[in-house]
């Protein structure tokens, strides 16, 4: 079932389509990728949806009703640009920030509080955000996100600018959101976060929806029939005991008389038919098939649907 | 509804506690009592010393025409002029006037030598003098009686009295009014500039830290704006009337020490505000100084209760439509250095009203006065100016109208510019950009 949904949005500012009839289906309870290139239009998607700005065509839909100006009480942004008032103290300002949301004044002093202990930063409550660590301030950041329990979050490159550690809190953070219903919608150019969190993801490039589906199956439909193997050395050239379908891409001696091979097949031929080719001549210690990262599939994708020039 | 007022909060408290409004609230007052007395201590003080000159007259037209002043003592000397610069080098006296023999009967290129740079008081008695004492040689050279052109100089004065539409009349005391018509025009000019000021650095501060996305994802831009505008307009009428009653209490304290009477500390703050504005008059017209009766004369013919309403409408509205135009484009720029482009159009009219200033009293019911009063850009200080010589009621309010008009008009204008350009980063914006984002849905 889906939470929300952009139906051919577009969007044109005064010299450029910023989103040209993109559609994005982010199922309930979800962690939605939104990937792309500069500029490809995600920043421009983002903010229509925070409602920050309105689309020229097309519909948003929000647990099955139009978006409504109410309904950014709901939703949680952290956007790629974001910052502080530097010569505020940490704790009014997450209390300002707080009751901009719409939460009373009591709940956001409760709520604060135990985020604050959580990350174990209650001593900087009186303190200037100036004083703090860019590290520092965006945990602040974070937790003023999600302060109001939003039902939509929405991070804009959330991993930028935080130390190995704290992307791993950050981790925990969004998929403990997640276990407690949220929905989640990021954009992030970093891919491995993409496979280790997203369930799908969506790819916009030159301001076009060019890829949308489910991390696994966008992988799958991708692959390209190479495979690791593992075998003991054979007695005669590897290459030499192959039929012609199979392509030796990378050979590799390993210590104990081992042998690393990366092989692609062609033709109808699957891998079945590599493991029987194989399996006379030698033993197979392990066998894998090699699936695109996303990252691959992003440079793939990017480069084939060329952007039409503008910066 | 309830985030604007969290935002306006918001805007006025970090204002207000911050350690530069809290100086600058108990200096201004200081500041202005001593701009006051200073200048009053000092003309006191100058006139202490005196000055030895002396006159080395070759002509001997000018023999006893200088006469001991003050500040001057006057010693005719009649050696030559090198041995009495010696004189004056080892000090027996400050000053040598030396007056040459006339070639073809025009005198008049004396020296003064003096150790220390001459003051202008000095030189221009001496001056007056010499060129009186020449001036009859010649008329009585052309064959007329020097006292008789005196005894035809006559002095004039002209009591101005305003005939009021019930019919009262008043006497004018337009010196009093100029002074109090130019203070309050300046003072609405001067709140406007710093406050608004204050709010387009704001929308900077908003800008360039990033926090805008984060928080026009909880309100509106225009929420935002006017929350701003709203929070440092309290922040300025909080100053506004902190100066009000600082000043009045500075200026009763100064008061009561300087006659020496007590006045009972129960009716001291009851009097504070009523000696403010005596205080504002006397500051703005120094010639009415020293008598006491007639300024407290001009004070009561003054319409105060009107001029502090009127003074609170031109300044809040004033600030409204500037603070507007301020945000706008606060909203535009980066950083403060590129706002220069669109600061000049902005304060045309403001500096305008300031420079026409001296104009407008001279001719307070002027079509120029009229129309500047009129038109909402100028309105504010003009008006301000116009008020205290008594402005017709349809005028005033046909002003104030506008006013209301033009701040709606300028805030519409700037939410459209504000809302777009908040999000804009590394792009300059032109005049031609602006249009634009004004035409934007």
Redesign the interface.
Known sequence: MSYFEAIEVSKKYANHLALDKVSITVPKQSIYGLLGPNGAGKTSLIRIINQITAPDEGQLLLNGHPLKPSDTAIIGYLPEERGLYKKMKVGEQAMYLAQLKGISASVAKKRLVYWFEKFDIMNWWNRKVEELSKGMQQKIQFIVTIIHEPELLIFDEPFSGFDPINVNLLKEEILHLQSKGATIIFSTHNMSSVEELCDRIALINASKKVLEGQVAEIRKQHRTHAYDVKISHPHTSIRQLLPEQFTVLNEISLPENQLQLTIRTSGSSRSNDLINALVHHCEIISYNEILPTMNEIFIEQVKATKPNGHE | MN?IF??IR?EYL?RVMKKSFIIMTFLGPVLMALLMIVPAYLATLSDMTERKIAILDETGWFMGKFENGDNMAFESVFNDLESEKEKLKSGKFDALLYIPKPDLNIPVNAELFSLKQASMNVTSYLRNVLKTEVENRKLLASGIDPEKIKSSKTAINIIAIKLTDDGTESRSYTEVEVGLAIFSGILIYFFIFMFGAQVMRGVI??KT???I????????PFQLMMGKIVGVALVGLTQFLLWVVLTGAIYLVFATVANGSAIPSASVMSQAQGLQTEALAASGSMSAQGNLSMVMEVIDSINFQAMIFSFIYFFLGGYLLYAALFAAIGSAVDNETDTQQFMLPVSLPLILGIVMANFIVNNPDGPLAFWLSIFPLTSPVIMMIRIPFGVPFWELALSMALLAAGFVLATWLAAKIYRTGI?M?GKKASYAELW?WIRYH
């Open positions: 985030k969290l935002i918001r970090t501060e908003e830290n990033r926090i996305e984060v928080i026009i994802s909880s309100v509106k999000l980063y634009k």
